[in-house]
């Protein structure tokens, strides 16, 4: 009998073994879709960069959602946006209200509320379009606010991102004032109070306020000219700005390689993650739609800026209890909370920094510092490589409680900014409010940054611990010798890579201030104060687990002392392991040979050999 076998199917099939497979011919709308694709290359060439772009690979991680909802709230509020400007009437001139709210027909009202009444009452879908545009508008700058927060505390600003993160920062204010000119523009009970406001905050600046007062208005407060130049301001000229300030952020983003967290095969010189196309276009083009969705479900639920309950503008009505949003509330609150003695006479000009220093220093003050915080980090660590994996905030403590700092002294400005209505919903004085809350603005932002940073070193040391003993099994183990010890259970090495990872830091040493001639150095008290802020930095520093370090925690007593060489970074040899009776400190009895010890695994800059 034959013990020869035959592939399935006919024997005459074995005479096309090896030969090559010939590809279907694409189908008539491929080729007329090629044939126009390569047509506009052949005018532009694109093809080059759409490549680039379709190929460029973005780590799968939530927190990079957080900018992708900024992004899509700036998509729909240009889409509603355009939508509104077509019932929209840009004009403060005189009209009588004849529309369908009756408790306002026939009062006397501008044009701009006229027509926003028209817009929420007789426009079909107009009220919703109303809300959707004024919600995503919240949601575009919360989306941002926080993608800066995520940003900051995982260091992504660092080399070669310093031009993206102000790119940020100025988005992030273009954001605030195109919100502020947005809800300005109905010309309501509450956007008058809050143009109002305004002229009034123009005017303190020294000398030339009145002057600026008046060219702004066109005219005495209230003119006619505001609101047509709001409009040409929130639908034309910030709205440029921001589309172009954003294509030029995306297009950084893309060209350069895009920041990752820390993992196992994950390093300065690779991205982990998914092509654009297909996988992360329709992951993108999915959530866009999940975010529309949530906005368009908020809007059809939650009422915002009701304009008809506030009527139009009358500057006669006492309108206490009105608020600002909340991106614009902090500078309301330091007004409050600014003492009035900052008022005074100088060269016959009154200056009221008690005002100016709230509503016109802060707002660019606080953007400001944000946008030149990586150039001044990097001056005082002398840190100049590029980064493209991100720090855990608990591996960088100072600047975690920078950030957190910063967080609530602007929490604290911006719950001012309620202090007339924290009176008098609880009863209390409102001077005895904006005491506290001028307590709380010198003593919470130090108590916080304190808080966090010894919070963040606990969770450093508790990493150090864990990479060394692994984790306690709370298993008790009884050796021959009769000794007891706990078993531990050994770590992966992702979970290990996690640990160890981050490179260890130390602060610069203060160089003399002369030179080898006994030559006074110029930059001497300049690297004086570089020193001290460095060491304000990083003397608390917790540092990550070297393979020496990793190897003597898994060798016995004798071999204890080599936990003490710092920063050894090529490990030392050995493989000998505890038996039961070995007794040894911390001892890891869960596995024998210690995978760390014959791997070299115990920092960042080992595990990439």
Request: glycine share 10%; net charge negative.
């Amino acid at each position: 009998m034959s013990t020869d076998t035959f592939p399935a199917g006919r024997p005459a099939d074995r005479l096309r073994d090896g030969d090559t497979a010939v590809d279907p011919a694409p189908s008539a709308a491929a080729r007329k879709a090629g044939g126009v694709a390569g047509w506009i290359d052949d005018r532009t060439g694109s093809a080059k960069g759409v490549n680039y772009l379709l190929r460029k690979v973005f780590p799968d991680h939530w927190s990079f959602m957080l900018g992708e909802i900024a992004m899509y709230s700036l998509i729909i509020c240009l889409i509603s946006g355009a939508l509104l400007t077509l019932w929209f009437v840009p004009s403060a001139g005189h009209t009588i209200y004849d529309g369908s709210y009756v408790p306002l027909r026939g009062q006397q009202m501008s044009e701009a509320y006229a027509s926003t009444l028209d817009i929420s009452f007789d426009v079909r879908g107009g009220l919703i379009v109303r809300q959707i545009h004024h919600w995503a508008a919240l949601m575009f700058i919360v989306g941002l606010t926080v993608h800066m927060f995520r940003v900051f505390f995982t260091g992504a600003f660092r080399k070669p991102r310093e031009l993206n993160w102000v790119i940020g920062t100025v988005l992030a204010l273009l954001a605030a004032i195109e919100g502020f000119a947005g809800y300005s523009l109905p010309d309501d009970l509450l956007s008058g109070t809050g143009i109002r406001a305004m002229e009034g905050f123009v005017q303190t600046a020294p000398v030339i306020g009145s002057y600026l007062a008046y060219g702004i208005f066109g005219g005495p407060f209230p003119g006619e000219a505001i609101i047509p130049r709001l409009y040409s301001a929130h639908v034309l000229l910030i709205p440029a700005i921001l589309v172009g300030l954003f294509t030029a952020h995306i297009v950084l983003v893309a060209v350069q390689k895009h920041t990752q967290f820390p993992g196992p095969g994950r390093t300065n010189d690779n991205v982990v993650g998914y092509r654009v196309m297909p996988v992360y276009a329709a992951k993108a083009g999915g959530f866009f739609f999940i975010v529309f969705g949530v906005i368009a479900l908020i809007s059809a639920l939650f009422t915002i800026n009701p304009i008809w309950a506030y009527g139009p503008y009358d500057p006669s009505p006492v309108t206490a209890g009105s608020q600002p949003d909340w991106y614009m509330g902090a500078y309301d609150g330091a007004l409050r909370l600014l003492p009035g003695w900052l008022e005074f006479s100088f060269l016959g000009f009154t200056m009221s920094l008690n005002i100016a220093l709230g509503a016109l220093v802060l707002l660019p003050l606080v953007y400001t510092v944000v946008g030149v915080y990586p150039f001044v980090e990097r001056w005082v660590t002398g840190d100049d490589r590029e980064h493209h994996l991100l720090d855990r905030p608990r591996n960088n403590p100072t600047r975690t409680g920078i950030g957190m700092a910063g967080i609530v002294a602007y929490s604290v400005f911006m719950f001012a900014a309620g202090n007339d209505i924290m009176a008098i919903k609880l009863g209390l004085s409102i001077n005895d409010i904006t005491w506290a809350f001028r307590i709380g603005l010198f003593v919470l932002p130090p108590l916080t940054f304190w808080v966090t940073k010894r919070i963040c070193l606990s969770l450093q040391r508790r990493d150090r611990d864990l990479a060394l003993h692994s984790r306690e099994s709370g298993r008790i183990i009884r050796g021959a010798d009769g000794s007891f010890h706990e078993r531990h259970d050994a770590l992966s090495d992702h979970d290990r890579w996690i640990l160890v990872q981050h490179e260890p830091v130390e602060p610069l040493q203060l160089t003399p201030d002369v030179d080898e001639n006994g030559v006074a150095r110029p930059a001497a008290r300049k690297d004086r104060l570089r020193a001290k802020l460095s060491h304000f930095y990083f003397k608390d520093a917790v540092n990550p687990v070297t393979p020496a370090e990793l190897a003597a925690a898994h060798h016995d007593g004798h071999h204890a002392e080599a936990i003490e060489a710092p920063f050894d970074y090529e490990g030392i040899e050995g493989t000998s392991d505890h038996g039961p009776a070995a007794g040894g400190d911390g001892a890891d009895t869960d596995a024998g040979r210690s995978e760390a010890s014959e791997r070299g695994i115990g920092s960042a800059s080992r595990l990439r050999e």
